[in-house]
Structure formats: C-alpha cells, structure tokens
C-alpha cells in the first residue's frame, strides 16, 4: 500500500491565520493516522504579497503549536527544495513540457491588448490569440527578447470531472475556466501551475486544502492528465466563518494562533479547539490532546457545512486545560502574566496563583481578577447588602467589630484557621455563616465578587492588612 503523504503549503504574507493552522493540522492529523508523512512547503512565488520574517512565523507556529512536519525547507528530506522560489528552473523545464504536449502555449500578448479583452459580464477574458503562433513565429520572438507568458490551454468544451473525499462528485464546464498563466513574465510560476509540479515532484498523494480550490481543482486535473500523472486524491475543507456572513479572513486581521498565545489562552486549548472547527469526533469529547485528536481524525467526521469561529467556546476549552494542571504546571505558564499584575511583588505569588488557578480560563486574566487587591478604597456599603445571604449594611455595621476581634485573636494566620473562626462566630451571634462570610470579604476587598472567597484573601493580605481593611470597612458603616 502507497504510504500516505500530505502537505501544508502556505505563503509568507504574514502571520499564520487561523485557517492555514486547521489545514495544516488535518494535514497532519491524517498523514498520522494512517502512518504517513506531513510535509511543509512555502509557496512563496507571489513577491508582491511576500512579507519579511512571515516564514520563521510559520516555522515558529508549527513547532509550539506541536503540529511539526516530517519534511520542509528548515528540516530538509528527499524531495527538496521545499520553498518554490528555489525550485525556478524545476518550473521552466515542466512548463517547456506542457507546451510540448499541448498542455499549454507561449503568449507574448501585451498588457494594454489583454486589458481590452472583456467579455459579456466585463471581466477580463484571454482569447486564445497566441495559440495559433507557429514554432517559429514563437522561437523569433523568444530570440527578439520579447517578454512572453505561458498560459494553460483550456478545452472550449467538455467538463472536467473529479471526486472529492468530503463533497462527493464535482463538475466544472471547461468553458467557465480561463486559460490562465502558468509561468510570469518574470519566470516565476504562478500558484496554479507550481502545486500541481510540486504535489507530484514531492510524492502527495492527498491534497487537502479550502473549498476555495473546489472549482479549480479541474484545470489542475487537465495537467495531471496531459502529464500522464495520477491525480492526487482531493480532500476540500469548509470555510471558518467569523459569523454567519463573514469568512474568518487574514486580510481583514482576524486572529493569529501567536495572537491568542500572547492573549494567554492554553497552547493546548488552541490547537484542540480549531481542530473542532469543521471536524466531530464520533464520541462527544470535546477536550483532546494532540494524541488523542491523531486517534480519533477520520474524514467522515469533517462536515460540508462552514464553522462559526466561537472565542467563547475556545475560551471555555482553555480553562478546562488549566483546571487539570498542577500547580507547578499552572505557575510556570502564569507566572509571565502575574507580573503584569499591579500586585505582583506585594504578596506571595505561589498565594496569588492558588486563588486564580481554576478561576481564570486564560492567562490574561489574571491581572484582572487580582488587581482589585492593590485598588482597595472607599465602596459603596450598598454592597453589603445581600438578601439570600441575608447581609446587609446593618448587620454588617454590628459584626464587623466582632470579625475584627475574632481574627485577631489568631495566631496562625491560615485560610483554615481563618475559616473555622469565622464559622464560629456566625454560631455564637447565630447568624447565617454565608452572612457573615459575605460582610467579611466585601468589607476586605470592596468588592462584590473576587476569586476566592473572605479567608483566602486573608491569609493573602495577612493580620495587619485584613484588620486595618475591617476597621476602614466599619468607619464606613458606622
């Protein structure tokens, strides 16, 4: 059996959409499961678009993300060269073939005439002009230097026909398919002509891509075929979608996996999350390390249908992956973070980390639910009211001194401790213990939610601060 062999072809335009990283990922969760080769190529012939340093982001991207090749420019392989601006004279040779059988022609049609060249709808059509050139007609204008391109020659009628693995059968009429440039003025190929050199030249036997390509995947099968090559196999996936109108688009700056990284979300959580995006497992687990996802991928599971891009869901997803960390895990990955915090360096920060852990579903948020710990101030004693916990201003205005005088006969000034005392005072005033624990963390913090509840605050801000906290929080009730 022919050993599966995909590949991730992208352009240096930028930072690595969304998108690209999902092909990539089924690219490389298939050639996995069926004990293949992932094989990375920059397609980088597009000079115009290309941007400096976008393709150490794509190698950057691939390697933290774990979604890793077997084969590419930086790790090399049999097939190389793995960037197509390496492989020119590769182009030129393939092309002069394709010429030869028919497959293509040389045109040396200006600009200006090709501009003029509109069909019914206004849309720029070639007409087949230099394909009625004869072999000396075109060697005298070669040997003249005049700049000239390579176009594919197009049938005018027929259809061309293939099977896609996720849409089924898929016919294209010949006539709706330009003859379109092969190899630029320039002698650089265009996207066109190149994939279909390279898939073949570097063994692909399944091409997985957008359904952006479903329409021209014929005119590739019309090279293959004029080659006498086997058509790779076609795997089209649905587009993501930013909402129910929008495409998730790179142009349009829509996120990176480096943004969501530096935003704090789980690297894990990422690369889980965007596999979901077009794909269902046929169990109902959601949550799966990169392992799992190589065990469960199968094609029957890809839909046809677009995926609505959910930063909430991911969110959710990222969370979950910190909720099932050890602490030391948790400390290395948010110990960056805590340090943008306005309380880091105040306070213990294994204390800090351990009200946070399983509270925060991104890392960026620590800074936000501790910050209330340096902003403590004058509140609103509207907020100790609460009637399910049957607290308010005046119940607060009575206990606060008591909780004062409660902590600080404590000696050991441990969340535990801390706990059980509170417990008991709310049995010998016989009040609610949710009351009392409810006045003793807003009259603390000044807030009326914040991770963790009145005594592990505490014991984060220690004796002298908690009790010079209360006696503020009472000046203000009293």
């Known amino acids: 059996m022919e050993k599966v062999r995909t590949r991730f072809a992208p352009s240096p335009t930028g930072y690595l959409h969304i998108g690209g990283l999902r092909t990539a990922l089924y690219g490389y969760l298939f050639a996995k499961k069926q004990g293949g080769d992932f094989i990375l190529r920059i397609e980088d012939t597009d000079t115009a678009r290309y941007v400096d340093g976008s393709v150490q982001i794509i190698y950057d991207t691939m390697r933290d993300s774990g979604v890793m090749y077997d ?11 793995y960037v197509q601006s390496e492989r020119k004279n590769i182009y030129k040779e393939y092309a002069e073939k394709l010429v030869e059988l028919g497959g293509a022609y040389y045109c040396f049609c200006s600009p200006e005439r090709i501009a003029g060249l509109k069909d019914e709808s206004g849309n720029v059509r070639y007409d087949k002009h230099c394909l009625k050139l004869s072999k000396e007609e075109i060697a005298e204008k070669i040997k003249n230097g005049e700049p000239y391109v390579i176009r594919q020659n197009v049938p005018l009628e027929g259809t061309g026909t293939y099977t896609d693995l996720v849409y089924g059968e898929i016919s294209v009429d010949y006539k709706d398919i330009e003859d379109g440039i092969l190899i630029k003025s320039d002698g650089m190929p265009t996207y066109n002509f190149a994939n279909v050199v390279d898939d073949y030249l570097m063994g692909i036997t399944h091409v997985i891509r957008g359904t952006e390509y479903l329409s021209s995947t014929p005119k590739y099968n019309l090279m293959y075929d004029a080659y006498g090559w086997r058509r790779p196999v076609y795997i089209h996936l649905p587009p993501i979608m930013k909402d129910a109108q929008h495409k998730l688009s790179k142009r349009n700056g829509d996120a990176s996996y480096e943004d969501f990284v530096k935003k704090g979300y789980v690297k894990e959580s990422i690369v889980n999350y965007i596999a979901l995006l077009g794909w269902s497992p046929k169990s109902n687990v959601e949550k799966m390390s990169l392992n799992d996802l190589i065990e469960n991928f199968s094609l029957d599971g890809i839909s046809k249908s677009p995926s609505i891009f959910d930063e909430v869901k991911m969110k959710w997803l990222s969370g979950e992956y910190i909720k099932e960390m050890t602490f030391e895990e948790f400390k290395e990955k948010a110990l960056p973070f805590l340090k943008e915090s306005k309380v880091y360096g105040k306070y213990n920060e294994d204390k800090l980390l351990s009200l946070v852990k399983g509270r925060v579903q991104i890392y960026s948020e620590i800074a936000e639910k501790l910050d209330f710990l340096a902003e403590f101030g004058a509140f609103d004693t509207a907020l100790f009211e609460n009637q399910k916990q049957k607290a308010s201003a005046q119940v607060a205005k ?23 005392a509170l417990v008991e005072l709310s049995a010998e005033l016989d009040i609610k213990k949710q009351a009392v624990l409810w006045i003793a963390r807003v009259a603390i913090t000044g807030k009326e939610s914040t991770p963790g509840g009145a005594t592990e605050i505490a014991e984060l801000l220690g004796k002298e601060e908690t009790l010079a906290r209360l006696d503020f929080a009472f000046d203000l009730v009293k």
Do not use: C, Q, R, T
């Open 398 to 420: 009575k206990i606060l001194p008591k909780i004062k005088e409660k902590l600080a006969g404590i000696d050991a000034w441990e969340n535990s401790n801390l706990f059980s």
């Open 71 to 81: 084969e590419g420019p930086d790790v090399g392989g049999n097939y190389g060269p």
